[in-house]
């Protein structure tokens, strides 16, 4: 995307208080004194056989970017791409989960747009609202902060395991499903009143991706302990054998500004690098504001691991060690 990108002239309207410079979650522009809109779309083919479970899981990921802004969800519209003679009962329960989802972020599903298409796919693009003195970008990490990371990983594993085995592990289906279910919202508006210098959400570049982003953007350097970081029931053992196509796009993508220091196993490194699904976010938190952080979280019911800091060293750079 860089390298489509970099040929074509970047906005200066000053009214875009966040744009595509920094490879963050959404858009964000200015409409008055007091008051931003923050802008986003995305879409997802199907990782679960529930077409409700499905809508839902896609509705909470694109919701996600409005809520790693700091932001809040008003309108959606409703983005579809359906093979024609597929059975439209299964349109309608992806559609209900999708509504389920934006009910429950409080925002209003505005109208859509259809389209025919061989693979089902299913997202929203989202309009928010934000205060433009309270916008949490991925590019205001600050040297000492404490990484916090809101859901487990391997999404990528589990999206291979419903394509390639028979029957895949209740728990890792119950776990996985729970967690990409989950909106981000609670996550967000702890980091909110926490005063978190910065966030992003972990989708489609993996941990090690946006991770990436978030240190060139602020200009130093993210340290993660490969052991802290939470992972879904299962996927370690699995990632041995089940590999995400994402790892080989994110690794080429990222990997010459990403360094690995200690015994850190193949199978871990492929959970790191491959794309999440709804995934949480990482927010970057002044230390003494990590146990406010964390007991917010468990008051709202979401993880708050601490798996790493950002820490002083070359920009844009992202050091996992063992």
């Not at 990782?47 to 479970?53: G, K, L, Q, S, W």
């Not at 508006?189 to 972990?202: P, Q, R, V, Y």
């Not at 979401?302 to 050091?319: F, M, Q, R």
Request: net charge negative.
């Amino acid at each position: 995307m860089a390298q489509a990108l970099s040929g074509l002239e970047r906005p200066t309207d000053p009214r875009l208080l966040v744009g595509i410079n920094t490879a963050d979650d959404a858009g964000v522009f200015l409409l008055q004194d007091g008051l931003a809109l923050v802008q986003t779309v995305d879409l997802l083919t199907p990782m679960v056989e529930d077409p409700c479970a499905f809508g839902r899981i896609a509705a909470a990921n694109s919701l996600s970017d409005v809520y790693a802004m700091g932001g809040t969800p008003l309108t959606v519209l409703n983005i579809v791409g359906f093979p024609g003679p597929m059975d439209k009962r299964v349109l309608a329960e992806i559609l209900r989960g999708g509504q389920d989802a934006v009910g429950e972020a409080g925002a209003v599903i505005a109208g859509g747009h259809t389209f025919n298409e061989k693979e089902i796919k299913y997202g929203l693009s989202v309009t928010g609202q934000i205060d433009p003195r309270r916008i949490v970008t991925n590019a205001a990490a600050r040297i000492g902060d404490v990484l916090v990371l809101t859901k487990p990983l391997g999404c990528g594993v589990f999206a291979q395991a419903m394509m390639t085995q028979d029957e895949v592990d209740p728990e890792l289906y119950r776990a996985a499903t729970a967690s990409m279910t989950q909106l981000n919202r609670a996550a967000s508006e702890a980091m909110l009143a926490c005063g978190a210098h910065s966030a992003t959400d972990i989708t489609g570049y993996g941990l090690l991706g946006h991770a990436q982003e978030m240190a060139e953007a602020s200009g130093l350097r993210l340290r993660f302990t490969a052991s802290t970081i939470p992972l879904l029931p299962k996927v370690l053992v699995m990632a041995e054998t089940l590999v995400d196509p994402g790892v080989t796009m994110n690794e080429s993508s990222f990997s010459d500004r990403i360094e690995w220091q200690g015994d850190i196993s193949s199978a871990m490194k492929n959970i790191l690098w491959e794309s999440q699904s709804s995934g949480g976010l990482l927010v970057a938190l002044p230390e003494n504001r990590v146990a406010d952080f964390q007991s917010r979280s468990k008051d709202a019911g979401i993880l708050a691991a601490v798996v790493g800091s950002a820490v002083d060293g070359p920009a844009g750079t992202v050091e996992v060690r063992r």
